[in-house]
């Protein structure tokens, strides 16, 4: 009988034990939990700080790049990588999500490219003009010289607006016939030009050679007077 409550106050013993270790091991684990949980969350608030702070200094230096295509091509990758980072996952739903945003990505690219493309081609258009304008307005008044170069300026107008891709054929047909009335006016123009400037040499030349004679006759009359 004794060796029977020997037994039973041991089982007591051993349990209470057992449920005494249970219940440390249960406080450590939690402590433990706490503190992992302490050091993930000190973690992440240290990743955002650094991740904002990278941000800043990602925009100050696009901020601080001249206006222009390379500027806003590198505010666009900007804003597009930080779209990218926001979706978390890698299933079927995130990756359609990323396609899409790629494929927008490419399309504001090839936007910003043709815009500073049509910019280009605008501005060298527009210096062309200026230059064939200074030509004309250096060019002698009625020359030849002066002709060539309004008909260069009326080729490049003609070409300028023939470069619209909306134009139909029809339209542009009658832009090549608005030229080219423009053409034969200038030429018949500077034409008629030649030839009142040879009429009026010429008259000018007969008028002299009339004066030369008529004072010749004059002499003639004086020179026989005195005689």
Known sequence: KKYIDFNNRKSEIDKTGVKKLSALQNEIAADDKQAIDEKKKRAE???????ELNNKLQDALVNAMREGKDKELAALKL???RELKEIKGNGEKQMQVRGALTQKYLADIAKIEQQYNEEAVQKEADRQARILQL???TAVKGSDQELKFRLDQLTAQRNQELENEELTEYEKSLIRAKYAAQENDFIKQHEEE???KKQEAL???ADDLAARNEA???QLQIDGEST
């Open 216 to 218: 010749a006759l004059n």
């Open 203 to 205: 008259q000018a030349e």
């Open 135 to 137: 030509r004309i307005d």
């Open 45 to 51: 608030e240290a990743a955002k700080a650094a991740e």
């Open 79 to 81: 804003s597009h990588e």
């Open 194 to 196: 030649k030839r009142a």
